[in-house]
Nanobody, 124 residues
Framework: QEQLVESGGGLVQPGGSLRLSCTAS????????IGWFRQAPGKEREGVSC????????DYADSVKGRFTISRDSAKNTVYLQMNSLKPDDTAVYFC?????????????????WGQGTQVTVSS
């Protein structure tokens, strides 16, 4: 059964770091574009970062450029989102999703399969 599972969320102080993981079972992530999205209470889901199939490229929202890094570990069938210099505005539920397009995009409409999300809270 195909499944995407996010992990690594938690409570962190401003300026701190977290690494989120998106692990798949039942299919190989290398062949898919993978996106990270987040949704804060009362706000729409927004694209944070994405990585294209076969690592053909990556993209970041302006709000996270220079602070977040997306990467793949093919051996572990996992995509990571390293988040540094976290701010209270980064607080949200973070989701990963896979899409069949070769190149990734930061729009949720481009993704067909979603994980359940992991909570990230940035607070002192």
């Amino acid at each position: 059964q195909e499944q995407l599972v996010e992990s690594g969320g938690g409570l962190v102080q401003p300026g701190g770091s977290l690494r989120l993981s998106c692990t798949a079972s039942g299919y190989t992530l290398d062949y898919y574009a993978i996106g990270w999205f987040r949704q804060a209470p009362g706000k729409e889901r927004e694209g944070v970062s994405c990585i294209s199939s076969s690592d053909a490229g990556a993209d970041y929202a302006d709000s996270v450029k220079g602070r977040f890094t997306i990467s793949r570990d093919s051996a572990k069938n996992t995509v990571y989102l390293q988040m540094n210099s976290l701010k209270p505005d980064d607080t949200a539920v973070y989701f990963c999703a896979s899409g069949s397009s070769y190149f990734c995009e930061l729009h949720p409409q481009g993704y067909q399969f979603w994980g359940q999300g992991t909570q990230v809270t940035v607070s002192s």
